[in-house]
């Protein structure tokens, strides 16, 4: 199994600054990783798909970079929405698809 | 549009089997990794397994001696049922469709049921 581990555990910004979140994967997943964003009762949204794609609908201040086993979420000029929990996403060895634990973005 | 709403007991007791059906309207549940995962309280994201052409499907390792997944294409719904349940399988369950045929990036998802374990 792939573990997928995201740093910081927390992030603490203010709206306007831009973020930068890590994952990184304990064995090679290609360009085969998704980011997803949970806010409190919701179900995630998909953001990025393999590595650098966005979504449909996904505002460009979300980009996505990385391959092999380091990847990286980008939101630049952070508005009050984006502050919310993210994790990332393999899917290049399944079973089973694995999850990062999560970051949480707050508002400092 | 294609919507997904899972459905079921909100509490089950220890030991017994816990059962979802996720209803799909929009789309045909064919052609795509139809998706279970689930979110304990306050913790991370984990797959339980998909369903595939209505028949074949694939689970979670971890999970898999206690998981069925199975479809009824005439009521365009997914089920899922989980045996043997613990305190440790009290999460919200969400069923999820990937965004591509025959991949895992999930940009479909139902909103999720609270499955409590719980005497």
């Known amino acids: 199994e792939i573990v997928l581990t995201q740093s910081p555990a927390t992030l603490s910004l203010s709206p306007g600054e831009t973020a930068t979140l890590s994952c990184r994967a304990s064995?090679?997943?290609?360009?085969?990783l998704a980011w997803y964003q949970q806010k409190p009762g919701q179900a995630p949204r998909l953001l990025i798909y393999?590595?650098?794609n966005r979504a449909p609908g996904i505002p460009a201040r979300f980009s996505g970079s990385g391959s092999g086993t380091d990847f990286t979420l980008t939101i630049s000029s952070l508005e009050p929405e984006d502050f919310a929990v993210y994790y990332c996403q393999q899917r290049r060895n399944w079973p089973p698809v694995t999850f990062g634990q999560g970051t949480r973005l707050e508002i400092k | 549009q294609v919507q997904l709403q899972e459905s079921g007991p909100g509490l089950v007791k220890p030991s017994e089997t816990l059962s979802l059906t996720c209803t799909v309207s929009?789309?045909?549940?064919?052609?795509?990794?139809w998706s279970w995962i689930r979110q304990p309280p306050g913790k991370g994201l984990e797959w339980i397994g998909y369903i595939y052409y209505s028949v074949s499907t694939n689970y979670n390792p971890s999970l898999k001696s206690r998981v069925t997944i199975s479809a009824d294409t005439s009521k365009s719904q997914f089920s899922l049922k989980l045996s043997s349940v613990t305190a440790a399988d009290t999460a919200v369950y969400y069923c999820?469709?990937?965004?591509?045929?025959?991949?895992?990036?999930?940009?479909?998802w139902g909103q999720g049921t609270m499955v409590s374990v719980s005497s």
């Open positions: 999820a469709r990937p965004h591509r045929m025959g991949e895992f990036a999930f940009d479909i």
């Open positions: 064995q090679s997943v290609d360009i085969y």
């Open positions: 929009g789309a045909s549940i064919s052609s795509y990794y």
């Open positions: 393999d590595a650098s």
